[in-house]
């Protein structure tokens, strides 16, 4: 690993002049490209301290040996360079786009002497159209059938179009008026390449030309008596017209434009595009990156070179940049990428992000798409059985562990400035979720609060306590309080003691672990979620034959992992150290860098960037996190719809809010007479004395808020 600071150069050497610059490995080869409009305040970015860098960037700089840099005289050529520099080098660091399937294109041969249509994938050939991508290849050779009648173009091989040629015979498609025949000359090369022409230009969105051309022919034809002549031009109008009706309509405008659009995570993006040609989406295409950086505007830059990096200006190819590029953020350097794209158009190009209308509607299709593309990528990546393999091998290599952690569990705290704290507990086995095994916590703190505020903690899930005023749960004191709960209870079932739900706080024979709903009375309950694999207990562990009762916690995982840096890992610890538990390891994942933190070490464990042990890793982190934050905004909308009459037995909604409407406030309510309660329709003596002795109990009036409107009343 080298030191930055032994190739750095001068600042004063590094001119001030738009340009690209080259980081180079000790053997001398391009590691990372990048451009700048001015190369002094942007190579000297990488100098700075190591830590205040990307992940991906630290290790770029400190793999390279050599910087060196060329000045150019405008933004738009050092674009042009760094994709010309990108596509030399193939550098390791800089961010590759990788096609999520392998897409077949319409490709016409326009360098050649007679121009073929075929169906071709791969990398992209000098002096060819190209039209699409396609979904699939029967798509093409579908929409290629019907339009050869109208377009009789070449699409045999060279070796079929030679072996014709010396037989003086075309093959079948020549028969049956489906090719022009150049190889036995029924047209001249000029002919041909005219006909491939037309061609193109329909493929381009140049369609109304064409359809009016044939319908004024048939109809000269009938109004000549020429019937079988009008017939033949009638078929192709069908034969084209099908084609067309095959591309769907999208915009009604005539608009041609391609529509970006991507969903990310920490780690990756998907990238969509559609491409709308005369209004209609002549084909898609999505790629999965690796993200470099959270500069989405540098990452759609960087797209916009990949996509449009291969335009053949010399041999017509300009139709491949459309008049407008919508995207879901500007580019990090907008003007000179506007202008990159206006010089391979030969026209005025627009990039921006659509607002409103049709195209923002698109815009939100494709997206769409792009989230449906990254969930396939991580489910087809987390399925695959050798690459869980490898995640636990590299888990148990980098922690030093002396077996595979088979079964992981991982932790999170939510909250919101410490009220409402919950925190959640999720479960992979085998390097695959077990929603099953998943838990929820309400983290109760010192005086079993659970750091509600006021009269909203007042609710069956809070505690014994609830209802007092709680001051701020820290992340590091509900961690600790969760894990003492896990463990204890695990020691507990472990030995068969089973005599009191740690979880909960109440008698196991007071089954009062799971409501009628699924939710939870107690502070751990099951999983209520939409993606959970099980709605009770019942599902998660052995059964206890003393009690009848599930044992939740009768399997210890074989590695803990806590979200959180130094300080939450030296916390959990602690718990595991006063419980006795010495077989379960512990470490915790920074979010920031990605950092493995082990207890009690004075450096982080730093995983691979690209490492699989780290991917699985950063699953169960983001699991859990899920997992949490989904409760707390349950528990967070329960207490802001709360009220002081919630806790009244016998009184619903309906009634609630007939008192609310007679009375106007909970104030004027606490202030009546049980008598005055009775003239509420539906409210008799006995309710009426409960809600009297309910209110005058409750303390200071708390405003109520209005069960349909969310309004506060008072």
């Known amino acids: 690993m080298a030191d930055p600071t032994t190739y750095r150069p001068r600042p004063g050497e590094i001119p001030l002049d738009p340009g690209v610059y080259r980081f180079r490995d000790a053997h001398g080869r391009v590691i990372y490209v990048g451009k700048a409009k001015s190369l002094r305040p942007r190579l000297s970015s990488y100098f700075q301290d190591l830590a205040a860098l990307h992940p991906r960037t630290a290790t770029m700089v400190t793999s390279a040996a050599s910087v060196e840099w060329t000045v150019v005289r405008t933004e738009v050529e050092a674009l042009a360079l760094e994709y010309s520099w990108i596509k030399e080098f193939d550098p390791r660091f800089n961010v590759k786009y990788r096609d999520d399937k392998s897409y077949p294109f319409l490709a016409v041969t326009m360098g050649e002497e007679f121009p073929r249509a075929q ?56 028969y049956i008026d489906k090719c022009s025949a150049p190889c036995v000359g029924r047209v001249t090369a000029e002919e041909h390449r005219a006909i491939a022409e037309d061609f193109c230009d329909f493929m381009s969105g140049d369609t109304s030309r064409f359809s009016k051309r044939l319908e004024a022919r048939m109809r000269e034809a009938a109004t000549n ?43 990756e993006a998907a990238v969509q595009v559609f491409h709308v040609r005369g209004g209609r989406i002549r084909g898609q295409r999505g790629w999965v990156v690796e993200k470099e950086s959270e500069d989405l505007p540098l990452l759609i830059e960087h797209l916009l070179q990949q996509v449009y990096g291969d335009v053949d200006q010399e041999n017509g190819d300009r139709h491949a940049v459309p008049r407008e590029v919508l995207v879901p953020i500007l580019p990090a350097d907008r003007e000179a990428v506007v202008s990159w794209l206006s010089g391979l158009r030969g026209s005025a190009v627009s990039v921006r992000v659509p607002q409103r209308g049709d195209k923002r509607s698109l815009m939100e299709t494709v997206r769409r798409n792009a989230e449906q593309s990254l969930t396939r990528h991580k489910v087809a990546r987390a399925g695959d059985l050798t690459l869980r393999s490898q995640a636990l091998k590299e888990l148990q290599d980098y922690l030093g562990l002396a077996e595979a952690p088979l079964r992981i569990e991982g932790y999170d705290v939510s909250h919101v400035q410490g009220t409402n704290v919950v925190a959640s507990m999720v479960v992979f086995e ?42 701020a749960v820290d992340d590091t004191a509900a961690m600790r309080e969760v894990l003492t709960r896990r463990f204890r209870r695990y020691l507990e079932e472990a030995e068969g003691i089973g005599d009191l739900d740690l979880a909960t706080g109440v008698e196991p024979g007071d089954d009062a672990t799971a409501s009628p709903a699924g939710g939870s009375v107690g502070g751990v309950g099951p999983v209520v979620d939409a993606d959970a694999g099980a709605d009770d207990d019942r599902a998660s562990g052995p059964i206890d034959p003393a009690t ?125 007479a049980a008598e005055d309660i009775m003239a509420v329709p539906g409210i008799g003596p006995a309710l009426a004395a409960a809600i009297v002795a309910h209110l005058s109990e409750g303390g200071p009036a708390q405003p109520a808020v209005s069960l349909t409107t969310g309004e506060i009343l008072e």
């Open 119 to 174: 169906v071709m994938r791969g990398a992209k050939r000098r002096g060819t159209r190209y039209f699409g991508p396609y979904g699939h290849a029967w798509a093409i050779r579908e929409t290629l059938d019907l339009l050869l009648r109208v377009f009789p173009i070449r699409t045999c091989s060279a070796g079929v179009f030679k072996r014709a040629a010396a037989s003086g015979r075309p093959c079948l498609l020549g």
């Open 225 to 267: 008596l020429e019937f079988e002549e009008a017939a033949r031009l009638r078929d192709d109008l069908t034969a084209m017209r099908k084609a067309l009706e095959k591309q769907a309509v999208v915009l009604g405008d005539a608009t041609d434009a391609d529509v970006f659009a991507l969903a990310d995570d920490d780690l």
């Open 430 to 471: 085998d390097g695959l979720a077990r929603k099953g095994e998943y838990r929820r916590f309400i983290v109760r703190g010192a005086n079993g609060s659970g750091g509600a505020n006021g009269h909203h903690a007042a609710d069956s899930e809070s505690g014994p306590e609830s209802g007092t005023e709680a001051g």
């Open 548 to 672: 009848g009762r599930p044992r939740r916690f009768a399997y210890p995982p074989s590695l803990v992992v806590v979200d959180g840096g130094l300080p939450q890992v030296n916390a959990a610890q602690a718990v595991l150290d006063e419980l006795g538990i010495e077989e379960v390891a512990l470490v915790g994942l920074a979010k920031r860098l990605e950092e493995v933190w082990l207890p009690r070490t004075e450096y982080p464990v730093i995983l691979p960037r690209t490492s699989e042990g780290l991917y699985l890793l950063q699953r169960l982190r983001d699991e859990a996190h899920r997992f949490a934050i989904t409760f707390h905004r349950q528990r967070r909308s329960k207490a802001m719809t709360a009220s002081q009459l919630d806790g009244v037995p016998g009184l619903g909604a309906a009634r609630q809010r007939a008192l609310l409407r007679h009375f106007g406030s909970v104030k004027r309510l606490r202030a009546a």
